[in-house]
């Protein structure tokens, strides 16, 4: 029993030595995105030893919206150690463990992140409804409510408002913005920039 303890423990101390670091995804402003949890703070024995001084322990890393896996745990929130299904085994050995622990509850920067991303899409989908309601009802809110009133206009309102709209209509005196192409012009017809 002895044997596979030591046989174990420089196993691991192997495969720990030749595992590359690995960084947890970044963050926008401190929340969402990936974050590292420490599970199990393991015995700091020579065989979870690394060349950088620090300890390996058993942690768990969850991923940006769902879901993680287990990684070890090097004493930092950004870094962490990558775990195969082997070295993970070997790691629970090392660590007097006889199965995983459960897992653990997510960071509350992660529902964070969650909630303000969802919150976001529902600010720009009421804007947009908003939008399309007053677009569509805001036409319909007038010719409805002229409709459902029943009242007739009167023919000195009618001739009011005609009399509004011709005057709307007319081209201002010596301006460029007339019916006619020179109305409001000295020298002849537009020709597009040149003068004929």
């Known amino acids: 029993m002895r044997a596979l303890k030591i046989g174990l423990s420089v196993a691991t101390l192997v495969l720990c030595l030749g595992s ?3 960084f ?3 963050r926008f402003g401190g929340i969402g ?3 590292l949890v420490l599970v199990k703070d393991l015995p700091d024995i ?4 690394r060349p950088d001084g620090k300890y ?3 942690g768990y890393k969850f991923n940006r919206l769902s879901g993680g896996e287990w990684v070890g745990h090097i004493g930092s929130t950004k870094t962490y150690l990558p775990l195969t299904e082997t070295q993970l085994n070997m790691l629970i ?23 303000l991303f969802c919150f976001g899409v529902l600010v720009i ?11 569509a009802g805001g036409s319909r809110t007038r010719v409805s409510s002229a409709a459902n009133s029943g009242s007739e206009l ?13 005057k709307h209509n007319q081209p201002f005196a010596g301006s460029a913005y007339g019916s006619t192409p020179q109305a409001g012009r000295q020298g002849g017809p537009v020709t597009f920039g040149k003068r004929v």
């Open 46 to 49: 020579e065989a979870l030893h």
């Open 33 to 35: 995105g990936e974050s």
């Open 24 to 26: 947890a995804g970044r």
């Open 56 to 58: 390996v322990d058993l």
């Open 125 to 135: 989908l009421l804007g947009l409804v908003r939008r399309l309601m007053r677009f």
């Open 154 to 166: 009167r023919p000195e309102v009618l001739a009011k408002m005609m009399e509004a709209a011709a």
């Open 93 to 115: 050995t090392i660590g007097g463990l006889d199965k995983l622990p459960p897992v653990p509850s997510r960071p509350l920067s992660s529902f964070l992140f969650i909630g």
């Open 20 to 22: 590359q670091d690995a």
